[in-house]
């Protein structure tokens, strides 16, 4: 078993939502199975004002490059919205995580 951190920045986004960021971890060694465990997250309103929480979306996802097996794609899904529904406000984060891999 081989385990690797990382982070995924996501930038002020508005308008749209969740948005998908990616970043690669590379193995030692080829790897023929991987899983991403979320390990914390940083989410916030862009400036940071009072607003409140309706709805937040941290997900990751793995994907193991077929031609470099000890290339590791990890893809974080991430959302911050109030209650009004929609996407109208700023907002960034950063997703921390670590992957699993035999």
């Known amino acids: 078993m081989q385990i690797l951190n990382g982070?995924?920045?996501?930038?002020?986004?508005?308008?749209?939502?969740?948005?998908?960021?990616?970043?690669?971890?590379?193995?030692?060694?080829g790897v023929t199975q991987a899983t991403a465990l979320l390990t914390g997250f940083d989410a916030a309103f862009s400036p940071r004002n009072d607003h409140h929480l309706g709805n937040l979306e941290v997900r990751l996802e793995t994907e193991i490059d077929p031609?470099?097996?000890?290339?590791?794609?990890v893809h974080g899904i991430f959302?911050?919205?109030?209650?009004?529904?929609?996407?109208?406000?700023?907002?960034?984060?950063?997703?921390?995580?670590?992957?699993?891999?035999?």
């Not at 031609?67 to 794609?73: K, S, Y």
Request: glycine fraction near 10%.
């Open 79 to 102: 959302g911050l919205r109030d209650w009004s529904g929609d996407w109208d406000d700023n907002y960034e984060g950063e997703v921390f995580f670590s992957v699993v891999a035999e």
């Open 7 to 29: 982070t995924i920045p996501f930038n002020r986004q508005r308008g749209e939502g969740p948005h998908l960021e990616s970043t690669e971890v590379i193995f030692p060694a």
């Open 67 to 73: 031609l470099a097996p000890r290339r590791v794609i």
